[in-house]
DNA sequence: TATGAAATACGGTTTTT
DNA sequence: AAAAACCGTATTTCATA
């Protein structure tokens, strides 16, 4: 299920994940692999699933969207959720979660206009609470893989020092 | 400060949403453009920063990370905050909110005693609840430039049928 | 449109298991 | 011993002026 990766794979997506239009030949320069080389790991890496593709980021702003928001809906049904999310063009991410909220609505509003008639729209289904987004403290942190042999480095990082 | 954004380039951010990887031959294909032509317009939208970079979509779980969780924090200093995310890996998003809670962490974990000490650690600063994310609903949707002339039209689509 | 660079395909070699 | 991974080269495609 989980894929082995070792050292070269590791930094092949560390690269892929700061600029994923970087040249085979660039790349293979950076990880100290050849072009043919290079190109056969990122190929498996695809095929395995581990990256699942390439996106480009946008600036919401420039794209005329003012308002990023966080909705959290109450208890409400599966498919009828899934069913609005998809006529909804707003909404950049949406999860299920366990716990008093069910569901976690990202969405990105031109005004607030716009934004209450979103939250309008699902609050036909649910209740729903609403968190505009001030300011992103990270975005998009390039994940690596869990070190496999020893896993307690990870857990010895994440405590205070 | 929002620049014009033409058909062309809602169809090249489409595009390179969709597969960041694209060559310029290629992309200029799909959007009707000659290969320089389309490389000048992905340039400029790089330099007006509508586009902010490119990046590998990754499979988390095939990293080894069991679990995501959506951790809210309650009211803390900013800058404690900030200094803890700059230092857990672990923490793939972070936003400060308006509302109640103050701060929305998204993390990836390996297992539970991993996200306990994950949680732990921010514990340390304010209170902690934690949504543990059972299924993406829908996650990276690509979005497009809001229409400048009408915007009703958006308005309009969100409304329920 | 022309020139240089990069991607893909192939055969041979080395390393790993 | 077997398998996989890597490299060098040639051809086609692509990027940049």
Redesign the interface.
């Known amino acids: ?3 082995h ?1 070792d050292d070269h794979d590791t930094r092949i ?1 560390a690269e ?6 970087l040249s085979m030949a660039e790349l293979g320069r950076r990880v100290q692999l050849s072009q043919p080389g290079v190109t056969e790991r990122v190929r498996k890496l695809e095929s ?18 003012g308002i990023r928001a ?1 909705l959290r809906l109450g208890r409400a049904e599966s498919a009828r ?2 069913k ?3 006529q ?12 008093q ?1 069910n ?2 609505l990202e969405i ?1 509003v ?1 005004d607030v ?2 934004l209450d ?2 939250i ?2 699902f609050g ?1 289904l649910t209740e729903v ?18 070190p ?1 042999d020893d ?1 307690r480095t ?2 010895r ?4 020092a």
């Open positions: 299920m989980i894929p990766l997506l892929l994940q700061r600029d994923a239009r395995a699933g581990v990256i699942t593709g390439y996106t480009a980021k946008v600036d919401l702003g420039k794209l005329g969207y966080l959720v899934t609005v999310v998809q909804t063009p707003e909404v950049v991410n949406a999860y299920n979660v366990a716990g909220d569901w976690l990105a031109m206009a716009h008639a979103v309008s729209k036909q609470s609403t968190a505009v987004i001030l300011h992103p403290v990270r975005e998009h942190q390039p994940m690596l893989p869990v496999r896993p990870i857990i990082k994440v405590s205070l």
